[in-house]
Nanobody
């Protein structure tokens, strides 16, 4: 099992940047593919980005492509989401999620559906003012 704790959210003006962190417990973090999701008020939770356990592959939602970067440091058991050029529509609670890669390739990427992920953090609020 893995426990996930997000941090780094806050209030920022449009055009600004934030970096979210997700710290994972346990010694097997490097065996998990990781992702970020977000949920805006009154909307369903949506996929933002994913990264393979070996960092070889990443995948982004079209709405954040070119602005957000997902990365991970397996030595620190942490996954990051660097968010640049933020827009008011990026306002949401941001969650990190994990799924074991099992025997799959280190470049394996899970998809954008919530049900593919086994573990979730409690979320961190990101608010972008116009």
């Amino acid at each position: 099992q893995v426990q996930l704790v997000e941090s780094g959210g806050g209030l920022v003006q449009a055009g600004g940047s934030l970096r979210l962190s997700c710290a994972a417990s346990g010694r097997t973090f490097s065996s998990y593919a990781m992702a970020w999701f977000r949920q805006a008020p009154g909307k369903e939770r949506e996929f933002v980005a994913a990264i393979s356990r070996g960092s070889g592959r990443t995948y982004y939602a079209d709405s954040v492509k070119g602005r957000f970067t997902i990365s991970r440091d397996n030595a620190k058991n942490t996954v990051y989401l660097q968010m640049n050029s933020l827009k008011p529509e990026d306002t949401a609670v941001h969650y990190c999620a994990a799924v074991p890669s099992g025997s799959r390739s280190s470049n394996w990427l899970p998809g954008p559906r919530e049900r593919e992920y086994n573990y979730w953090g409690q979320g961190t609020q990101v608010t972008v003012s116009s």
